[in-house]
């Protein structure tokens, strides 16, 4: 993947002014709960215009796991994982969702997400789809490495998979989520981020 050429990040970019300018379109007219469902209007209509609507079988990724929010697929001609966020997690303003994938690139920079486009997951929930690099893993990491790790971040612990520093709050940071890699480095491929309020 080359990531210095891609107009990937372009596309995250796009999406997220996209939801920001539909949420102040709306503004206090709108209730909390109706944001993200006029958003998600607008990234569909995006999505046709511009033909972002992914095939899985035209990516040849086979089915790995599915969580909360995502059915992870990986694809080992490229040695990525694809991801199918459904946007669970972003309550009810999808804007939650961009700031946080910017934030995890941010910090987490050694096992970036990137957008490719729109689909629709199993369940025919509209989604954004996400590819990271494939992690080849020694094991998960300890809790002592990741409270290491996000201390020399600049982060305070609040519980053993709680941080913050004084502008965001990274959670979810526990083993399963975090992986030792074969080269020693430490790889934060499923937290959840948001901003602090």
């Keep these: 993947m080359d990531r210095t050429h891609s107009p990937i990040n372009s596309l ?5 002014h996209i939801v920001r300018s539909q949420k102040e ?4 007219t709108e209730p909390t709960e109706g944001y993200k469902r006029g958003q998600t209007e607008e990234l569909i209509k995006f999505a046709n215009a511009n033909g972002l609507w992914i095939s899985l079988p035209n990516l040849n990724v086979e ?4 969580g909360g929010e995502n059915e992870v697929y990986t694809g080992d001609k490229d040695n990525i994982v694809v991801k199918l966020n459904n946007f ?6 999808l804007e939650n969702f961009f700031i ?9 920079g050694n096992v970036p997400y ?4 729109f689909a629709y997951n199993s369940q025919q929930e509209f ?3 996400l590819v990271q690099p494939y992690i080849l893993a020694e094991r998960e990491a300890t809790e002592d490495e990741i409270a290491a790790y996000m201390q020399a971040l600049g982060f305070e612990m609040d519980y053993y998979d709680e941080y913050h520093n004084s502008d965001y709050e990274v959670f979810d940071a526990v083993p399963n989520n975090v992986l030792y890699g074969i080269d020693g480095d430490l790889y934060f ?5 948001r901003l602090r309020s």
């Design 25 to 28: 379109a709306a503004g206090e």
């Design 63 to 66: 089915f790995l796991n599915k």
């Design 114 to 117: 990137q957008m490719i486009g």
């Design 189 to 193: 491929i499923d937290t959840q981020i």
């Design 127 to 129: 989604c954004a789809v």
């Design 100 to 108: 946080r994938i910017a934030a995890h690139n941010k910090f987490f």
């Design 88 to 93: 669970e997690y972003a309550g009810d303003d």
């Design 12 to 16: 995250l970019e796009q999406a997220a």
